[in-house]
């Protein structure tokens, strides 16, 4: 919802500037200057990307409409599943856990954590690794470098949805001054006009200029940055699940396991030592 907020206060403060001052709004409604932009960004766009990236960038382009789901509530849920399905394989063996990993929608360790379960990064990456300790096909170091390598490219697939973002927020404002371009052409073709005319052009072609920059920066790169911001959020949680599988299989206790999970966390999102040691004992007594 910020980002409605905030694109309300960018509209706000640019075109009611422009009417205090005495401008007139009729002017800035230029729909052939705005086409002339609009479809020079498309066309970049899709000649710029494959169909994957394409296809990626909408779904994320409209998912910045909601909030965030990593907040405080996501990372206690994280937290507390990971202690659980530390302490299960602690008490019971790590064969125990087949069950729950195989189908996380009915198992009664997942299933308590509904904001968890609807992040499919973070369950695929629990699912992958808790299936390489049941095997027991990877060492600790393995698996290490494994979870490296799986959050490298989970980050690097997320930057090339922000990379594509960005570029066409960068080149909007080269757009704009194409279309200004174009119309100071037409303008300079139609010398033969009345001075009142030529300057009714000329405000025209501005006009593209100033669409370039303020959807560029006002409204594409807002986008992208808050998309990155997420990204980075993502790959904070994958990091959590990651140090505290591997304690679990260097034989940390659950809750030790759980310690080292929250200090990899942000300081707004990580909770303190007192709260979680409150939510060890509340989930031990379940």
Do not use: W
Not at 97 to 119: H, Y
């Amino acid at each position: 919802m910020l980002v409605i907020v905030g694109y309300i206060i960018i509209l706000g403060a640019v075109f009611g500037g422009f009417v205090l001052s005495g401008g007139h709004i009729a002017a800035l409604i230029q729909p052939l200057e705005l086409l002339m932009i609009g479809g020079a960004a498309a066309g970049t766009f899709l000649a710029s990307n494959n169909m994957k990236t394409i296809k990626a960038v909408v779904k994320s382009g409209f998912s910045v409409l909601k909030s965030s789901p990593y907040n405080k509530d996501f990372y206690r849920e994280l937290l507390s599943l990971l202690f659980l399905i530390a302490n299960k394989i602690k008490r019971e063996g790590i064969i125990t856990i087949e069950a729950d990993i195989n189908d996380p929608q009915q198992s009664p360790i997942f299933s308590q954590f509904p904001l968890v379960l609807k992040d499919h990064h973070a369950i695929e990456f629990m699912q992958d690794y808790l299936r390489l300790m049941v095997t027991g096909l990877a060492d600790f170091f393995q698996m290490e470098n494994l979870m490296d390598n799986d959050i490298e490219t989970h980050h690097h697939e997320g930057e090339s949805i922000i990379s594509a973002i960005t570029k066409v927020a960068d080149a909007m404002p080269a757009f704009g001054i194409v279309a200004a371009v174009m119309g100071v052409v037409h303008t300079m073709a139609s010398v033969g006009l009345p001075p009142a005319q030529l300057g009714e052009l000329v405000a025209k072609a501005l006009v593209g200029t100033f669409l370039g920059i303020l959807l560029g920066y006002g409204f594409i790169a807002p986008v992208a940055t808050m998309l990155e911001q997420r990204l980075t959020a993502s790959t904070k949680a994958l990091q959590c699940i990651k140090v505290i599988l591997l304690a679990s299989i260097n034989n940390c206790a659950p809750s030790v396991a759980l310690e080292f999970g929250r200090k990899v966390l942000f300081s707004a999102e990580k909770p303190t030592n007192a709260v979680l040691e409150d939510m060890v004992k509340e989930l031990k007594a379940k």
